[in-house]
């Protein structure tokens, strides 16, 4: 059979077309697969950089809160810290990489504002990335600088932590092996939980929380304690009870059924801060007169202190010529030490109606009996002890009552004695440890999460910020 020639020419076309399509289509496929590639590699790179912006800007919060915390009352300036406008600001490098800080809502002198802290982070992006038009983030920008940047920026809300937060803390073991001890608490701001400001047994409540650092095995001791409130040991930590003592709310606590146990819910193993050391306000140089006699109404005292910062090397009230000291002002006093802090006989220190005292404590010990710290305030703000860095034992005996606040965080502390008054000690104590030995009665008061010095400021939210708040960074 004979093939004309025209056919053959037929078939050889169609065969050229169909080889053209084939090949337009791979080329097609090609670019396409090219293009998605390139937009691949973009974004895992833009992806690197944005997730990269993480620590940086991580460090810039850390920055700026702990130059809130080491300066609570004071103006942020400094430290590499500047003024711009009502704003402080700083600017730092890591690497490659660098953050700026800024801290606004801060008031010099008020503990108690909320700081705000806005923390820009920015770190290389490739040149690819930089060159794309719009960020493939919503809240991430590039900046115009060269090499170019990623930038990302977070603003976190802070408020103040109160230092005595819990009632009874220590770093380690606590142990409450007395006879009849108990743990509660009141409110010295209302007439329900309290009278004229003063702990009323008639009118205890339940938030008399103990808490330790520790994480070993019992190391919160109950023994036959009443617990009026929350135990809390640090992670994997435990406690320990005895037949006798009880842990939970007024009604678990005062029910004898209940004796040997801890309610549900009032105990837990998440206890973790930190305990800083105690330093003097100004420095020691601004604590320089040194108190001396005086009288007040008809009666002599060997130290009469008013208002200002006072100084001794040591303080011995009781068993020597010197028995009272009377404060009737706002005062601070700086004992340096070495030697004992010791009260005991008719040894006392009066704290006078509408006065105060702050008590620094270098010595290696201190021993408070006798008459004791007679604060005749209601408020146990009125009398403050901090132990400082040399102080690592303080003990709190006799007959008399304790009303105040103590923070020792390098002393062990123990309480003895007690037995014959309801209201042993009032307020808020720190330590690292704490012994309770006797009929000792620990009240804590709740006024003081809201009206007691700061701990520190703590961050209470995280917000992203847009990417115009991120390019409205300060100036440098």
Known sequence: MKILRTQRKAIHGHTLLLTIVICGLIGFLLVAYLGLVKSQNIATMRSQSWNATIPVIEAGIEDGLTHVNSRLTNDLTGEGWEKQGSIWVTKRSIGSSYYTVTISNWVVGCPTNHPVIESRGYVPS??????????????????????????????????????????????????LAGNNVESDSYDSRYTNSSTGGRYDVSKRRANGSIATNSGITNSLNVANASIYGKVSTGPGGSISIGPQGAVGDTAWVDSHSHHGQVQSGY?????????????????????TTPPGPGIVGLTNYDYLIGDGKYRLGSLTLGSGPYKTM???????????????????????????????????????????????????????????????????????????????????????????????????????????????????????????????????????????????????????
């Open 267 to 287: 105990f837990a193993d998440d206890m973790n801060v930190d305990f800083a050391a105690v330093t003097l306000p100004g420095g020691a140089t601004s604590y």
């Open 126 to 175: 490739p040149v690819t990335v930089a060159s794309v038009n719009g960020p493939v983030f919503a809240a991430a920008i590039v900046s115009p600088s060269t090499p170019p940047k990623v930038a990302r920026g977070i603003r976190v809300l802070t408020t103040t932590f109160a230092l005595f937060s819990k009632g009874l803390v220590a770093k380690g073991l606590i142990d």
């Open 326 to 476: 009377m404060v009737t002002g706002q005062a601070s006093l700086y004992i340096t030490g070495p030697n004992p802090v010791s009260i005991s006989g008719q040894g006392s220190i009066i704290i006078a109606p509408g006065g105060s005292l702050t008590l620094y404590v270098n010595s290696t010990s201190t021993d408070i009996g006798g008459q004791g710290v007679v604060n005749q305030n209601a408020s146990a703000l009125a009398f403050t002890y901090y132990g400082m860095s040399n102080n690592t034992s303080v003990a709190i005996g006799g007959n008399g009552t304790f009303v105040g606040t103590l923070y020792a965080p390098n002393a062990d502390l123990t309480l003895k004695g007690g037995g014959n008054s309801d209201e042993d000690f009032s307020g808020a104590a720190i330590a690292k440890t704490v012994t309770i030995r006797g009929h000792y009665k620990f009240h804590y008061d709740e006024a003081l999460a809201f009206m007691g010095p700061p701990k520190g400021y703590v961050v209470t939210r995280w917000d992203e910020m847009s990417p115009q708040d991120v390019a409205a960074g300060p100036s440098f």
